[in-house]
């Protein structure tokens, strides 16, 4: 199809679309009130001007001879007054006549659907990607050789963002000071109250209904035991993680690293000059706790509340989907991986620690110990008579086991423990 060919239909479908709007119900007094606002305009206060014209505005208004003409008004109360009249005649076409049915109401977008191809929208769409980039990278071109006007729109920018937060400012001062708490929060949790829970509660059946719907077509898609979500990501991320530059990577997360110590750098300079900030975060350390432990104590009286039989059903289950194998793997693959940080490198943890404790203050560490450790002991007293009897049993059946020792080794460092303990 040539392109004149093409240009046609486009002209002969928009002239279609124009022709359907003009000639829909209504239209015409649009366009009647258009032309007699437009001579009425253009005579003004000349009194020639609107002798002339006179005979036309009476041809499209339609007024009477005593009707008095409209007074002056402007764009903002003509927009408030046309919404206002839109929604009352949607209110009294509602009111007045009975609901369209289902298919009287789809036709429209049947129609859409069914003249739209589709397939041509999308090879138009895949087909402008070579146009747009070369049209980005031409804009670019351009700007970059006016730095000054870049700067210019940087600052813009800038201005911009200060007078939202100015007018942000403004538009929230007025509940500071003449609206109440109580009617703030009247007006606010309203809007909670008002919300259809029964509705919310039905889409999050859909929504849930619908992931899990992608997740079973997803397993059910899938090969080799791997849901076909996990082989489309992982062969995204191979190809992204192959492009991506590990040197930038490394300098990227110590500058993450360096960043997030110069904001709290920032942070602790900025309240030096004002400690009060300090005071009242550490003073309001004890409210939020409690708040934090009510909240948990809340839900474990919940679970306390529930009934015996649920609460078996709920834990077995629970212990029967948990793989103790995979806990198992998981903590011997920690092991290997520590083993072969000590065969790189033995005195790796000896090095650290000790690099530490040399760093410490002996002084402060042993005044620390002397008040902490008997604290400790005289709050921890009362519950001496019911946690040591068994914690005792429980050493002395680690320190004799009736099975015997496992390994000369264990023989050995049992012994060593005891002559500790005796002498």
């Known amino acids: 199809m040539s ?22 119900r209504g239209a015409t007094h649009v366009i009647r009130a258009i032309v007699r606002n437009v001579l009425t305009d253009w005579a003004g206060a000349s009194r020639i001007k609107r002798r002339m014209v006179s005979p036309f505005v009476k041809l499209f ?71 747009v980039l070369k049209t980005i990278e031409a804009f670019n071109e351009q700007l970059w050789k006016y730095p000054a006007k870049v700067g210019t729109l940087v600052a813009i920018l800038i201005a911009v963002l200060n007078t939202s937060i100015k007018s942000s400012r403004e538009v929230l001062r007025p509940i500071e000071k003449d609206i109440g708490p109580d009617l703030f929060a009247d007006i606010i949790l309203s809007t909670i109250k008002g919300i259809d829970g029964k509705e919310t509660g039905q889409l999050a059946n859909t929504v849930m209904e619908i992931t899990r719907r992608l997740h079973t077509g997803s397993l059910l898609l899938g090969k080799g035991g791997r849901p076909l979500f996990q082989i489309y990501l992982t062969d995204h991320l191979k190809e992204c993680f192959h492009e991506i530059d590990p040197e930038l990577v490394r300098k990227m997360r110590i500058i993450l690293a360096e960043d997030k110590e110069a904001v709290a750098a920032a942070i602790s300079d900025a309240v030096a000059d004002n400690p009060r900030i300090l005071l009242a975060y550490l003073s309001s350390i004890g409210s939020v706790k409690n708040s934090a432990i009510r909240a948990r104590s809340r839900t474990l009286r919940t679970v306390e509340d529930i009934g015996e039989e649920g609460l078996n059903a709920a834990v077995s289950e629970t212990m029967s989907d948990l793989d103790t194998y995979e806990i198992a793997e998981l903590v011997n693959a920690a092991c290997r991986v520590l083993n072969r940080i000590h065969d790189v490198k033995p005195d790796i943890v000896r090095t650290l620690v000790s690099g530490v404790a040399d760093s410490m203050n002996h002084e402060d560490m042993r005044k620390t110990a002397r008040w902490l450790i008997p604290d400790l002991v005289e709050a921890t007293k009362p519950l001496a008579a019911a946690v040591m009897p068994a914690l005792i049993q429980g050493l002395t059946e680690m320190l004799r086991p009736a099975g015997g020792f496992e390994s000369a080794e264990h023989e050995e460092a049992i012994k060593n423990l005891k002559a500790a303990l005796t002498a």
């Open 61 to 131: 208004s339609g007024k009477t001879k005593d009707e008095k003409p409209a007074a002056p008004t402007t764009i903002a109360a003509d927009a408030g007054k046309l919404i206002t009249a839109l929604a009352a005649a949607v209110n009294e076409e509602r009111a007045g006549k009975p609901a369209r049915d289902k298919a009287h109401r789809g036709d429209a977008i049947r129609d859409f659907i069914v003249n739209t191809d589709f397939g041509e929208v999308r090879e138009m769409v895949e087909g402008s990607e070579e146009d």
């Open 3 to 24: 392109a004149g060919s093409q240009q046609d239909q486009i002209a002969d479908r928009i002239g279609r679309i124009v022709s359907q709007i003009i000639r829909a």
